[in-house]
């Protein structure tokens, strides 16, 4: 019975995984549409808008509250706004394979910020965990730099940024945890995100053309109402009710997920270099899996 419980839970977490690595290439096709601060003001706008619609027919529509509002903006900010402008940004330079790899690299930055910042005392393993990430992203983006290729290589550092604001927000949500953030958050989370995107998108690229086009709406409707409303809901029910190992174990397939559909739509090719920065960082989950094993410790994307 619990095994059956157990992958009654994994199951939708594991839908919505494969949503999250679908939406590589999708944002990728999106960009022949609209700008990348266009394409991320409109994901999070439609997200806001179906969520409120959803919340407020079960019922369950209400503001933040005071100590969850510093947590909103964070998630809002961090892991939604500036990481999905960078990572649409790069997007333009780098293969939606790649780019979600290198993104989804948190572990670089979340493991030593949680030493220089929340004081956690980590183990051998965590530092090792931390030691082949590094590694891993060094393969990845050393292509960039021999021969040197100015495009790529700002495209890879904005990827690296993405992640870090990502991982920023990490620590801040693990440095408060004893306020939970649910899925009646995510209308704010959303619409909040989706303001400085609008406004920076329409100072830079104008007033939203793209909305006349109707190849850009079933782009819109997959990253926003299905890869960010639905996704988070979910994303934020499993995790509460899975092991943190189950739930980074399940974050790394994003990146495979993300690759194996770039190479069939855009014929990404699975370089000796790609498939070993992939392997070294999924060591590095191993690695940081088994010392959450010993002594847990929460290291999972929010």
């Given at each position: 019975?619990?095994r ?5 839970n ?5 839908g ?21 601060l ?31 509002w ?46 220089l ?13 931390t030691?082949?990430?590094?590694a ?11 021969p ?12 690296l940024?993405?992640?870090?604001a990502?991982?920023?927000?990490i ?37 939203p053309?793209f ?36 739930t980074?174990?399940a974050?790394?397939?994003?990146p ?10 855009f014929?990404e ?8 920065g ?6 590095s989950?191993a ?16």
């Open positions: 019975m619990i059956q419980s157990t992958l009654r994994f199951l939708p977490l594991a919505a995984v494969m949503i999250w690595g679908g939406n590589w290439p999708v944002m990728k096709l999106g960009l022949a549409h609209m700008s990348p266009w394409l991320a003001a409109s994901r999070f706008g439609s997200a806001a808008l179906i969520s409120v619609l959803v919340l407020a027919l079960l019922g369950r529509l209400r503001l933040p509250t005071r100590q969850e510093p947590l909103v903006l964070g998630v809002a900010l961090l892991q939604m706004g500036a990481f999905t402008a960078l990572a649409l940004w790069a997007l333009q330079y780098v293969a939606p394979g790649r780019a979600s790899v290198i993104a989804y690299a948190t572990s670089i930055w979340v493991i030593p910020l949680s030493s910042v929340l004081k956690e005392r980590l183990s051998a393993a965590q530092w090792l965990a030691g082949l990430s590094y891993g992203i060094g393969v990845i983006v050393a292509p960039a730099f021999s040197w290729q100015a495009q790529a290589a700002v495209g890879l550092l904005m990827l940024g993405a992640s870090f990502w991982a920023c927000n620590i801040q949500l693990r440095g408060r945890r004893h306020v939970r953030l649910g899925a009646d958050m995510i209308p704010w989370q959303t619409a909040i995100a989706t303001v400085p995107l609008a406004a920076l998108a329409w100072l830079r690229d104008g007033a053309a909305l006349a086009v109707p190849d850009a709406w079933p782009v819109i409707l997959y990253t926003g109402p299905l890869a960010t409303a639905l996704t988070f809901i979910v994303v934020l029910g499993m995790t509460q009710k899975l092991p943190p190992v189950a980074s174990i974050m790394l397939c994003v495979v997920i993300g690759l194996v559909v770039s190479s069939v739509v014929h090719r699975i370089s000796p270099d790609l498939a070993l992939l392997g070294l960082i999924a060591l989950v690695a940081s899996a088994a010392a959450r094993l010993k002594r847990p410790l929460a290291l999972r994307p929010s």
